[in-house]
């Protein structure tokens, strides 16, 4: 009997080889890209022939754990995105989306652009049968936001296949847990979580790392399931779920859980627009609610929430710049006693000054506005 809930030190194929059935709903695999990484155990430079036997055997093992109306995401580089594309039709699996997740932060180079992309391949098992609950991830039309067209759909769109709301968890944001190399953003994981599984589902990641799959499985009422080879990473990956509390109905008309708040700042981070905007259209403000309240719904939440209140809350936020995507460590005293006005004083960010690392785990936060909110 499958044990859930829980994340396992092994390699994935050696796990997988001992399920007997299918269990999985959703499986997020963001394998090693081969291109170098310093991770403790795994050695991410391997000859090409080697590397693609090993992805073809890891998806093969996936897709069987897969249940028939199960969605099977995988992040890939440039490198062998082709493969992987391949590899997926090669195991029986349907492409639904080839989504591009563009993201700031990226790594600079010096003889080429610098790569500020990767491909995540939404495939699922069945081309029929299969969950995406739209509502769930809709955002602002272009029509709504920007032209206030009338002929714009209330209920706003479905976001494009680019994903470019979501930047990188570089080494100075709060939300880097420090231990991992390549830590993805808990946003890009709460997109594909609510869209393509149910509350109850079981999410499965056979390349835990950090345990971000897990963290967002957990945080929305799925099940969820990993593998990772390291020892090290897989004591981090289990401090990081002890602290996590599924998102709750604790919050009673008038008040706010802390769950609540975070995905109030992570849905008004990917719409586009800015609080003004939404405080001199009803209709912006009424669309926005729908939007966050789609997304409660989809974590299993009953508790809806009024346009009004939505307003108060993001009003008193935005004082606060608690508005801000992304969130760094306060390094320094320096950095913590700008006020954010000034860090953006020439509206680039590049004005901000570089901190330095610090050591402990959860340092304090100082945050930085959205571009959007500081002009
Ligand atoms: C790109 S990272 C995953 C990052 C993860 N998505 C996150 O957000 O933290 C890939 C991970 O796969 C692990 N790994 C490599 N080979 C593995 C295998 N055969 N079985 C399980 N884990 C493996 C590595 O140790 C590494 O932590």
Redesign the pocket.
């Known amino acids: 009997m499958l044990k859930l809930d829980e994340v396992v030190n ?4 050696t796990w997988l080889a001992k399920q007997e059935e299918p269990f999985a709903d959703l499986i997020f695999a ?3 890209f081969n291109i170098g990484y310093q ?1 403790d ?2 050695e991410d430079r391997r000859a090409y022939d080697d590397y693609y036997a090993w992805t073809e055997q890891w998806i093969t093992a996936c897709r069987r754990a897969l249940k028939p109306t199960g969605a099977f995401w995988i992040a890939i580089g440039d490198d062998y995105a082709a493969e992987v594309r391949l590899l997926g039709r090669k195991a029986g699996l349907h492409l639904r989306n080839w989504v591009i997740w563009h993201y700031t932060f990226g790594q600079q180079t010096k003889l080429k652009f610098a790569r500020s992309h990767t491909h995540l391949f939404y495939f699922v098992a069945d081309a029929r049968s299969f969950t995406f609950n739209d509502e769930a991830v809709r955002t602002f039309s272009d029509r709504q936001r920007r032209y206030n067209d009338r002929r714009a759909n209330p209920a706003g769109k479905l976001p494009d296949d680019t994903w470019a709301e979501f930047p990188r968890v570089c080494g100075t944001f709060a939300e880097r847990e420090g231990w ?1 190399p ?3 953003p808990e946003t890009v994981l709460a997109r594909i979580v609510l869209a393509t599984s149910r509350v109850g589902d079981v999410v499965f ?9 897990l963290v967002a499985a957990k945080k929305y009422h799925r099940h969820y399931m990993g ?4 020892p090290e ?1 897989v004591d981090g990956i289990r401090r990081r779920l002890a602290e996590v509390q599924p998102i709750a109905d604790l919050a009673t008309p008038g008040d706010w859980s802390p769950a609540h708040v975070e995905l109030l700042q992570a849905t008004y981070c990917s719409a586009g627009v800015r609080t003004s905007q939404l405080g001199e259209s009803p209709e912006l403000l009424e669309s926005f609610t729908q939007h966050f309240n789609a997304k409660l719904t989809a974590a299993g939440c009953q508790r809806m929430y009024a346009a009004a209140e939505v307003w108060g809350r993001l009003e008193s936020m935005r004082r606060r710049n608690e508005l801000a995507m992304i969130r760094v460590h306060a390094f320094e005293d320096r950095l913590a006693s700008v006020r954010p006005a000034e860090a953006y004083s020439s509206g680039a960010a590049g004005a901000v000054p570089i901190p330095r690392r610090r050591k402990t785990r959860r340092p304090a936060e100082v945050d930085l506005p959205l571009l959007a909110d500081s002009v």
Request: with cysteine.
């Open positions: 092994s390699d994935c194929l963001d394998p090693p991770y155990v795994y991992h390549c830590q993805m990641d056979p390349f835990a790392g950090s345990g971000t799959t593998t990772e080879l390291s990473y």
